[in-house]
Every structure is written in structure tokens, then in C-alpha cells.
């Protein structure tokens, strides 16, 4: 059984929350973890390099001059890579670095990250978190109140909400994320995880809607 305490926007305790920790993943396979990762670095990899090979840059393709009689070292076309301007020997190609691994997989892995938060207490559990207008003053202030100035914050709300987006997107090392967008990169990357309440009744599917 996991118990976390609930936080207000002054950091004050004002509740607790228990669930079963097999609600969220029956363990931590760190294996799993580990290639969920380095696929999702992969898919982010730009494979657009690109140096024009012999037959790719402009020039004639006909020898230079006679093979023999002219007292100079054998020649071929001008576009060969031992000339100034010719082609690459071994020119790179543009390369797609992405794959993907089964979808089960990669759900199952973004559960067992946010487990892993939960075990190593680095879970932050808010009240709520509704703004009515775009201000960041009010972002800073609960992270301050939380203890959280210092850290990288993963911000986890219920659902879409373009006003705290804006209110917390020019600060440094936070990240929001709504609980249905989250993926095991993102949690696992960001030290600390500030999470609303809602947004875990929607984790731990006790969300009515």
C-alpha cells in the first residue's frame, strides 16, 4: 500500500492518499524501462546528414586527359573524391533512427516509471491546480511552496488545460504534461513529479469521466 499526502498550492497538508501500488504495475522491470528510453532518444535522433557521393556533384564524367604520354600521374573524371570539389567516397545518407516497440510494452513501462516515483518518493500530490487566467507568478509560488525551486518538475494535470501551460512554460526545468499524454521518457527524465489529485484518479482509473 502507497500513501502520499495531499498538498495545497501553500504546501500545507490537507489530506492523504492511499492506493494499491499493483493499481499502477505489478513491479519495476528496469530492463523494460531501460529500452522504452533509449527507443524514445532514438525517435528523437536526426538522421538528415547528407554529402554528395562522385556520381551527385556537377562535371563531366570524362577522363581528364590519355591514360599515357603526358608525364603526369593517371587521371579519371574531375568529380572523383581525390580531386577539390569532386564527390565523398563514402558519402552519408540522410538515415531514419526511429522504431517502436509494442504499444503494451511501452504503457505497461510508463506505469512502472511512475511507479518508480512513487517508491523513491519523488512524487509531489497537489489538491488541485486551477488558474483562471495565465500567470506564471502563481507557478513559482507553489513551487516554492513546495519545496520544488530547485528540481526539475514533471507538472501532471487531469487534462488539457491551455492556461496552466502558459503559466508554467517559461519556467525553467518544468514540464507540463496532461496524465493521458505521459510516457516513461518524460517521467523518468524530470526529477520530480508534481501530480494532482485528479490527474491520479485518472492514472488509477477511479476517474469518473
Keep these: 500500500m502507497i500513501s502520499v499526502a495531499i498538498q495545497d498550492k501553500a504546501g500545507k497538508e ?7 501500488s499493483t493499481e499502477l504495475a505489478s513491479g519495476v522491470n528496469r530492463q523494460l524501462l531501460h529500452d522504452v528510453v533509449v527507443m524514445y532518444e532514438a525517435n528523437k535522433r536526426i538522421g ?18 590519355r591514360q599515357k604520354g603526358t608525364g603526369r600521374a593517371r587521371a579519371g573524371s574531375a568529380r572523383g573524391p581525390v580531386r577539390r570539389g569532386g564527390g565523398h567516397t563514402f558519402a552519408k545518407t540522410p538515415k531514419d533512427w526511429s522504431y517502436r516497440l509494442p504499444k503494451k510494452a511501452v504503457k505497461l513501462a510508463t506505469r512502472m516509471a511512475i511507479l518508480s516515483k512513487f517508491e523513491d518518493e519523488q ?4 489538491d488541485e491546480l486551477a488558474l483562471e487566467v495565465p500567470k506564471t507568478k502563481e507557478v513559482t509560488g507553489m513551487l516554492a511552496a513546495l519545496g520544488l525551486t530547485d528540481t526539475s518538475c514533471l507538472l501532471t494535470i487531469d487534462g488539457h488545460d491551455p492556461v496552466v501551460w502558459k503559466s508554467a512554460r517559461n519556467i525553467e526545468k518544468v514540464q507540463v504534461s496532461p496524465a493521458a499524454d505521459l510516457n516513461a521518457y518524460d517521467v ?7 501530480l494532482t489529485k485528479s490527474a491520479l484518479d485518472r492514472l488509477l482509473g477511479r476517474s469518473e469521466a
Excluded: I
Aim: proline share 0%; hydrophobic share 35%.
Design 14 to 20: 490537507v489530506g492523504k492518499y492511499e492506493f494499491d
Design 188 to 194: 523518468l527524465r524530470q526529477r520530480q513529479m508534481v
Design 123 to 126: 512524487v509531489t500530490l497537489v
Design 48 to 65: 538528415s546528414s547528407k554529402t554528395k557521393s562522385r556520381g551527385m556533384v556537377r562535371g563531366s564524367t570524362a577522363k581528364l586527359y
